[in-house]
């Protein structure tokens, strides 16, 4: 099972998270702050972080920040604040998910596996098949549109050969519009199908993630996605080619 590395300076609400977390059969590291949970990060390798913002000395930002700079772990954040600009800004740093305080242990359960379906593009938990030595394992699936190049099985997304890093949702949203180039889909199409959980998240929630990816995107060398303003966004149809 994927393992959770949570991270919260209140102990009370970390035996909370990892006894709902080990209740479901996952594996489960913890951290009272953020230099812990960067230390931890490393050493465990963790599938997904539950973090929390509200820290002293190194706050869940700034975790996030410097975790971004060379991993693309999923995140869920935890927070008291419920506005949505803190939302946006959590969002904007490369969170997956935010999640505010009081929660229900089953709710962020939940949150937990749908995240990690969104990076898999599995059904967490599902034992995998054990396979002999004389079985030969599938090609990928590589969905391609001219430079840009998403595998579909690792989740791995790249622009003329150059990965870029997506968390996620982000991936979601890009394998989203690359499968109908041309199509514009409305900010409603793009949460539909990133949160497969059926959660109602803000435009402007969707309008931080589009801007990520773009960012993410240029830093490749690639501007495939087009906003159709009052409408949404669509791949460009005709991409470059390599």
Not at 118 to 144: C, F, K, M, N
Not at 222 to 233: K, L, M, N, R, S
Request: include cysteine; charged fraction near 30%; glycine fraction near 6%.
């Amino acid at each position: 099972m994927p393992k959770v590395l949570v991270v919260d300076d209140d102990r009370h609400i970390r035996d909370v998270v990892a006894f709902a977390l080990r209740k479901e059969g996952y594996a489960v590291a913890e951290a009272g702050d953020g230099a812990a949970a960067l230390q931890a990060a490393e050493q465990e390798k963790p599938d997904l972080l539950v973090l929390d913002i509200l820290m002293p000395e190194m706050d869940g930002t700034e975790v996030c920040r410097r975790l971004r700079a060379t991993s693309a772990v999923p995140i869920i954040f935890l927070s008291s604040k419920d506005d949505e600009i803190d939302r946006v800004v959590g969002l904007e740093l490369g969170g997956d998910d935010y999640v505010t305080k009081p929660f229900s242990p089953r709710e962020l359960v939940a949150r937990v596996k749908a995240v990690l379906r969104r990076r898999d593009g599995a059904v967490i938990g599902t034992p995998a098949a054990t396979l002999s030595a004389a079985d030969e394992l599938p090609p990928h699936r590589v969905l391609r549109r001219g430079f840009l190049a998403l595998d579909l099985d690792a989740h791995v997304a790249t622009w003329d050969g150059a990965a870029i890093e997506l968390t996620a949702t982000e991936f979601a949203m890009l394998r989203t519009l690359a499968e109908r180039p041309g199509k514009v889909f409305t900010r409603d199409n793009l949460m539909e199908r990133a949160y497969d959980d059926r959660r109602f998240v803000s435009d402007r929630t969707i309008d931080s993630h589009v801007r990520r990816i773009r960012a993410k995107l240029a830093a490749a060398g690639g501007a495939p996605i087009e906003t159709v303003h009052g409408v949404g966004y669509k791949l460009a149809a005709a991409t470059p080619a390599p």
